[in-house]
C-alpha cells in the first residue's frame, strides 16, 4: 500500500480537489490520504493556518473576528458547493464557532484548518475519515509516543481500509491538541507510512521535486531525480524546503522511500529518496545555504596545549541551549559558529563570559552565510574543492570558512551574507558547465 500526503496547495479549491481525486483513482494502492490545511490559491490568497493564528490573536485581544471567521468558513464551504459534497462540513464549521468565544485552546483552533480539509476530502473521496487525535499520541514532553501511535494507526487502518487523516497534529495523553511545527502535515504521513509499512511514501505538493538549488537565486534549476535520505537532510538543514526535515527519519528508520511528486504534473516521476541511490549522472547533488550565521572567533596563546578548553568553550554555548553548527580549529584560535536567532541578545554575555572565563580573546562576527554543495558522488573524487574555490574566486568572494564532514558528501563554504545569492549562482554556473549538476 501508498501513503500519500497532499499539501495546502492541493487542498486550495474545488478544482484541486479533482486533481487529488483522479491522482487516488488511478492507483488503489493509495490507501491512506493524509492532508494539509488550504493553502493559497494564489499569491493573493492567505493559507487557512495563517488565518487561523491570526483568529486566534483577535479573540485573545478581544477584537472583532467575524470577518476572518468568514473567510475561513467561506473557503471550505465554497469547496463543499462546489463540489456538491454529501458531508455537513456545515455543522462541524457551526460547532467550532460556537466554541470560539469560550477561551478555546490555540492548538485545537489551529488544527481545525486541517481536520476540515479532511472531513472534505473523506467524503469526496469515498473514503473514511480518522481523526489524527486518535492516532499520532504524544507525550507530555511533545515527543510522538511511537509504539501507542502505530498500535492505534494499524488498528484504524485495518478495521477501515481507505481513509483520509488531517495532518499537522495529533494529542496528548489527556486529549488535547499537540501540533508539529509548521509544515507538520509531512511528519504526519511520515509516521502513517512507516507505521503501516507502505510501499512508498508519496508527498504530493506544488513543484515538480527537489531541486538542485534556490529557485528564487538560480534560474530554472534542474530538478533532482534520485537522492539519498542523507543528501537530503543536509540540504534541507541548510534550507531547501521541499519537505519538513523531521518527516524524513520516521520512513528513513524503516528503509521506506519517499516519493516528491506534484499534483499539478502527475506524470512527472518527481524526486525519489532513499537510502542508497544507483545513479551517478550528476556530482553534485544539489546546493543549499543559510544567511545570518554569527562566528565566535577565540584566540588565546598556547589554546593549544590547553586540554579541556574546547569543552569548556562549549559548555558556554550549552548553558544559553545554542545549537554549535561548525567548529573550525586553527592551532591557537577556535571558532564557534552557531546561528543568530539562537544567539539573540545572549551575543555580548557570551563573549564576555568565553573571555573571562577562559582568558581569550573573543571576536564575534555577524552576518555570515554557510552555503552546503552537496553529493553522494562526490566521495574520493578529486577536484571538487579546486572547482569550488576557482568559482568564488572568478567573482571575487572571499571564503570565510570551510568544512567537510568525515563522510565527504557535504562541503560547507562561509561567505559574507552579501555574496550569499553571487556564491550560490556562481558556483550553479560552473557546476552546469561542467556538466557536474
Ligand atoms: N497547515 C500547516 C502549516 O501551514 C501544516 C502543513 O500544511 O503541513 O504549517
Not at 493509495?30 to 487561523?52: C, E, F, P, W, Y
Amino acid at each position: 500500500m501508498i501513503v500519500t500526503k497532499f499539501g495546502g496547495t492541493s487542498m486550495a479549491s474545488a478544482e484541486q480537489f479533482r486533481k487529488v481525486k483522479s491522482i487516488i483513482d488511478e492507483n488503489p494502492a493509495r490507501q491512506v490520504v493524509v492532508v494539509s490545511a488550504a493553502g493559497k490559491k494564489n499569491s493573493s490568497d492567505i493559507k487557512i493556518t495563517d488565518l487561523l493564528y491570526t483568529l486566534h490573536t483577535h479573540l485573545v485581544y478581544g477584537v472583532p473576528y467575524d470577518d476572518i471567521w468568514g473567510m475561513i468558513a467561506g473557503r471550505y464551504l465554497e469547496i463543499a458547493k462546489e463540489l456538491e459534497l454529501d458531508c455537513d462540513i456545515e455543522a462541524d464549521l457551526k460547532k467550532i464557532k460556537n466554541e470560539l468565544g469560550k477561551n478555546i485552546d490555540q492548538n485545537y483552533l489551529i488544527s481545525r484548518g486541517e481536520y476540515l480539509s479532511a472531513k472534505l476530502m473523506s467524503a469526496y473521496l469515498g473514503f473514511d475519515f480518522v481523526d489524527s487525535k486518535d492516532l499520532i499520541r504524544f507525550t507530555y514532553s511533545g515527543a510522538v509516543d511511537i509504539e501507542r501511535s502505530e498500535q492505534n494507526t494499524k488498528k484504524a487502518f485495518s478495521r477501515r481500509g481507505k481513509i483520509v487523516v488531517p495532518g499537522f497534529y495529533g494529542a496528548y495523553p489527556n486529549g488535547e491538541i499537540c501540533l508539529f511545527s509548521r509544515g507538520g502535515s509531512d511528519i504526519t504521513g511520515s509516521y502513517l507510512a512507516r507505521f503501516l509499512n507502505a510501499r512508498v511514501y508519496e508527498n504530493w505538493t506544488d513543484v515538480p521535486g527537489t531541486l538542485t538549488a534556490d529557485p528564487r537565486i538560480v534560474d530554472n534549476p534542474k530538478t533532482i531525480s534520485q537522492i539519498t535520505y542523507t543528501e537530503l537532510r543536509e540540504l534541507s538543514y541548510m534550507g531547501a524546503n521541499v519537505l519538513h526535515e523531521d518527516s524524513i527519519t520516521p520512513v528513513q528508520e524503516k528503509n521506506i522511500s519517499i516519493n516528491i511528486r506534484n499534483t499539478n504534473e502527475p506524470s512527472c516521476p518527481g524526486t525519489i529518496i532513499k537510502r542508497e541511490c544507483n545513479d551517478d549522472s550528476s556530482v553534485i547533488t544539489g546546493i543549499s545555504g543559510k544567511k545570518d550565521f554569527v562566528s565566535f572567533d577565540i584566540l588565546k596563546d598556547h589554546m593549544s596545549t590547553e586540554i579541556g578548553f574546547t569543552r569548556r568553550v562549549l559548555e558556554i554555548f550549552e548553558d544559553y541551549k545554542i545549537n554549535v553548527e561548525h567548529i573550525p580549529t586553527g592551532i591557537d584560535s577556535v571558532s564557534v559558529i552557531v546561528s543568530g536567532t539562537s544567539v539573540g541578545s545572549n551575543m555580548y554575555d557570551i563573549v564576555a563570559r568565553i573571555e573571562s572565563e577562559l582568558g581569550a580573546r573573543v571576536n564575534a562576527k555577524k552576518e555570515l552565510a554557510l552555503i552546503a554543495i552537496v553529493g553522494r558522488n562526490m566521495v574520493g573524487k578529486s577536484g571538487i574543492c579546486a572547482k569550488v574555490f576557482a568559482s568564488l574566486s572568478a567573482v571575487g568572494i572571499n571564503i570565510k570558512m570551510i568544512a567537510q564532514p568525515p563522510d565527504e558528501t557535504n562541503i560547507i563554504v562561509g561567505v559574507d551574507n552579501s555574496n550569499y545569492k553571487k556564491a550560490i549562482r556562481a558556483l550553479y554556473e560552473d557546476f552546469e558547465k561542467a556538466n557536474w549538476i
